[in-house]
């Protein structure tokens, strides 16, 4: 079974950047649409970025133009560059293998989540 760990988390000034990676092992990644999703306190878990099989990306609104994901399949890595960072960022960020054919923003549809990592953005 994958497993999935982040890094790369931390507190940052508001416009700051941060890039958070997630290292996969237990199994390749390279057959797997790979997401960042993240999660507040009382707050269900929400899509951020994904990224699929041939690089093709997918971002959720509130983070498109600021932050980027990539992968390496060689590496068994996923990466999201975070620019521009604003408070309402903050959030603990989890990086997750999609296991099945559903919509890709919707976290049923993932296995293998990580630990997650904190992000801190302040003004």
């Known amino acids: 079974q994958v497993q999935l760990v982040e890094s790369g988390g931390g507190s940052v000034q508001a416009g700051g950047s941060l890039r958070l990676s997630c290292a996969a092992s237990?199994?390749?990644?390279?057959?797997?649409?790979m997401a960042w999703f993240r999660q507040t306190p009382g707050k269900e878990r929400e899509f951020v970025a994904g990224?699929?099989?041939?690089?093709?990306?997918y971002y959720a609104k509130a983070v498109e133009g600021r932050f980027t994901t990539s992968r390496d399949n060689a590496k068994n890595m996923v990466y999201l560059q975070m620019n521009s960072l604003k408070p309402e960022d903050t959030a603990v960020y989890y990086c997750?293998?999609?296991?099945?054919?559903?919509?890709?923003?919707?976290?049923?549809?993932?296995?293998?989540w990580g630990q997650g990592t904190q992000v801190t953005v302040s003004l």
């Open positions: 997750a293998r999609k296991y099945s054919i559903g919509a890709y923003y919707a976290d049923s549809q993932y296995a293998s």
């Open positions: 990224v699929g099989l041939s690089g093709g990306t």
């Open positions: 237990g199994g390749a990644i390279s057959m797997y649409f």
